[in-house]
């Protein structure tokens, strides 16, 4: 979409492209004695109709033959509306759209299963949803083609159907665009929602920046390189730094009677660390990627196939306490946003057994070994530092076989515009630890 508009006195049309994409901004909610109740109601009916509507369609699978076995969200929203005139009267008590997009959302539940199916893909199959531990609903904003909307939202206040205005702690005033629906959620004792926004955002200009390669690691988080000189960066490790903190409450939780006082605050004691721990990890990374986004004009990384590494048990605890594909995945729409470049070598080049001098693979290379002599040039190697050369050399390669043939794809992993972007932007900028 091209917005057009009269530039200077001869008349002259400027051009300025924009895309639209979908972003979602998140907000922490301060919501009275009375509407935590009802948030916890509309909670409970949005895991009912969940397990309902699970049950059904497994019920279905078991008993039927044929296409009789499979059903849809619009047959079960049928159902569910007949049992509420009846039986489930309760359900009157909270918005209609909470049971309605949580059968929606269990429909594309299974959609993504039969697609993982189809291609093989690890997906697994929906699964029940337990009280206190999947705590949230959703929310649409009403008929956009009826233009009736059913969700406001203020400077720090937001409005919901069955809620009316519910503060917020934050300013508001940074979200623009049309709302496509609410998300709440419960993090221990806090409430949270995420609001889902379209926007048409101006198409950034190039940054004219360095060219960068970046190797992550486990010992630091990442070691880039711009050709000339070598930048540490370290993570917090959050679930590191408090493991022993978070085995001993770990311990206490066990000691408590089921379902009582004391099991309730030892979980909510628990909720609350792992809330931390996240709350830290997820921070780092937003500040890393943005920075990196806005100051640099390629950003060239490994394809790592984390879901495979994590399944080695010696490593799986420090490969998801740095959070590598949370890493990658911001990075791919905050380089569109700003107007950077990402690209993203295939996973099997042998970035830390090629030598940066000659060009020699040296295929006895193990994990272990940090340090290494190339036997063909004499050449000392630090093993991430010869990595991240060799990622950013393979970028220039890239670039220049583009330049040559004047296309705008090599046949890479070259990032793509995602639709959704889970975190508003946090405005400040990341130092990196050497």
């Not at 949580?102 to 199959?125: T, V």
């Not at 409450?249 to 609350?272: D, G, I, M, P, T």
């Not at 993203?344 to 940090?370: M, T, Y």
Request: one cysteine or more; proline letters at 3%; a positive charge.
């Amino acid at each position: 979409m091209a917005s057009f508009g009269e530039c200077g006195s001869k008349g002259r049309i400027s051009i300025m492209l924009r895309m639209k994409t979908y972003q979602a901004f998140r907000y922490e909610l301060k919501p009275n004695n009375r509407q935590v109740g009802s948030l916890i109601k509309h909670c409970g009916v949005a895991r009912f109709a969940w397990n309902w509507a699970l049950a059904r369609r497994n019920e279905l699978y078991q008993t039927c033959e044929g296409k009789e076995r499979f059903t849809n969200s619009i047959n079960q929203q049928r159902e569910l509306n007949a049992l509420k005139k009846t039986e489930l009267l309760w359900m009157y008590e909270v918005s209609k759209y909470v049971p309605q997009c949580a059968l929606q959302d269990l429909d594309r539940s299974y959609a993504n299963f039969y697609r993982g199916m189809k291609y093989h893909e690890n997906i697994g199959k929906p699964k029940f949803k337990k009280k206190g531990v999947h705590d949230s609903f959703r929310i649409i904003n009403g008929n956009f083609k009826q233009k009736t909307q059913s969700i406001e939202v203020n400077v720090k206040s937001i409005k919901l159907p069955k809620f009316g205005f519910i503060r917020t702690k934050e300013d508001t005033s940074k979200l623009k665009g049309r709302i496509l629906n609410i998300t709440v959620s419960r993090e221990a004792d806090r409430w949270f929602c995420s609001l889902c926004v379209e926007t048409d955002r101006p198409k950034s200009q190039p940054i004219q920046g360095e060219i960068i390669g970046v190797d992550l690691g486990l010992n630091n988080f990442a070691v880039i390189s711009n050709g000339k000189e070598h930048t540490y960066v370290v993570a917090p490790k959050p679930f590191k730094k408090k493991l022993s903190k978070l085995q001993r409450l770990n311990r206490q939780q066990s000691r408590k009677q089921s379902k009582s006082s004391n099991c309730k605050e030892a979980n909510l004691r628990l909720s609350k660390l792992y809330r931390k721990m996240r709350n830290a990890r997820k921070d780092f990374v937003n500040k890393l990627t943005t920075e990196l986004a806005k100051t640099k004009s390629v950003i060239v990384i490994e394809n790592l196939s984390v879901r495979n590494m994590v399944k080695n048990r010696h490593l799986a605890r420090s490969i998801a306490d740095v959070g590598w594909g949370d890493f990658r995945r911001k990075l791919e729409y905050k380089t569109i946003w700003y107007g950077s470049r990402l690209i993203v070598i295939p996973c099997f080049e042998p970035s830390s057994k090629r030598c940066h001098v000659c060009g020699e693979i040296n295929n006895n290379l193990k994990l272990s070994d940090r340090a290494w002599i190339c036997l063909k040039c004499g050449a000392l190697h630090d093993r991430d530092e010869n990595a991240s050369d060799n990622i950013r050399d393979y970028g220039l390669r890239i670039l220049a076989t583009e330049s040559s043939s004047g296309s705008n794809a090599c046949g890479v992993d070259v990032s793509l515009p995602t639709k959704v972007a889970v975190d508003s932007e946090t405005g400040s900028k990341r130092i990196y630890n050497e």
